[in-house]
């Protein structure tokens, strides 16, 4: 088993018990944050469904993500919530997280490679987490879903004590 899927396992055995339930809403990690949870056995308990949004459009058409959003650029702390608040509106999940940023190589809305964006959603808040990865395209898909995942768990860890 891979680093991703044992933190995979420790989100789904901490929702699994509660009812409660997580969507996804994916960009810059193409559905690796879906594909490591739904890799889990049981993960239908908790894990209700996610989308990738990779082109901008698509972010538009199934997220209906406002016209303002877009002001702040795709690559943002905004957009990074409100595509969160959106899946988890959509879907109907008690959590939800997302992704937005710039694999690399290239410099993208005037944005850094490695600048990335996630987003977890709760019933009362969002949390908001910008990274600065320095890696090429394949690892910093790779670290930016490990802290997703991650910063998940610190959500889900927090509200529940």
Same mark, same amino acid.
Do not use: Q, W
């Given at each position: 088993?891979?680093?991703?899927?044992?933190?995979?396992?420790?989100?789904? /055995?901490?929702?699994?018990?509660?009812? &409660?339930?997580?969507? !996804?809403?994916?960009?810059? !990690?193409?559905?690796?944050?879906?594909?490591?949870?739904?890799?889990?056995?049981?993960?239908? &308990?908790?894990? =209700?469904?996610?989308?990738?949004? %990779?082109?901008?459009e698509?972010?538009? /058409?199934?997220?209906?993500?406002? +016209?303002?959003?877009?002001? %702040?650029?795709?690559?943002?702390?905004?957009m990074a919530?409100?595509?969160a608040?959106a899946? /988890?509106?959509?879907?109907?999940?008690?959590?939800?997280?997302?992704?937005?940023?710039n694999?690399?190589?290239?410099?993208?809305?005037?944005?850094? &490679?490695?600048?990335?964006?996630?987003?977890?959603?709760t019933?009362?808040? =969002?949390?908001?987490?910008?990274?600065?990865?320095?890696?090429?395209?394949?690892?910093?898909?790779t670290e930016?879903?490990?802290?997703?995942?991650?910063?998940?768990?610190?959500?889900?860890?927090?509200? +529940?004590?």
């Amino acid at each position: 088993m891979n680093f991703l899927n044992s933190i995979a396992v420790s989100i789904i /055995k901490k929702l699994s018990p509660t009812g &409660k339930t997580l969507s !996804t809403a994916e960009s810059c !990690t193409g559905g690796l944050i879906a594909s490591s949870i739904t890799d889990i056995p049981g993960a239908s &308990k908790a894990f =209700v469904g996610g989308v990738i949004v %990779y082109a901008t459009e698509m972010k538009r /058409k199934i997220l209906n993500i406002p +016209d303002e959003i877009f002001h %702040y650029g795709v690559i943002s702390h905004e957009m990074a919530e409100a595509m969160a608040l959106a899946i /988890k509106s959509l879907t109907g999940s008690d959590y939800s997280i997302a992704t937005t940023g710039n694999l690399g190589p290239d410099v993208m809305e005037g944005k850094p &490679k490695g600048l990335i964006y996630i987003a977890v959603a709760t019933l009362e808040k =969002v949390y908001v987490k910008e990274l600065n990865l320095k890696g090429d395209r394949l690892s910093n898909k790779t670290e930016a879903t490990e802290e997703a995942l991650k910063l998940f768990l610190e959500v889900f860890n927090e509200a +529940d004590t």
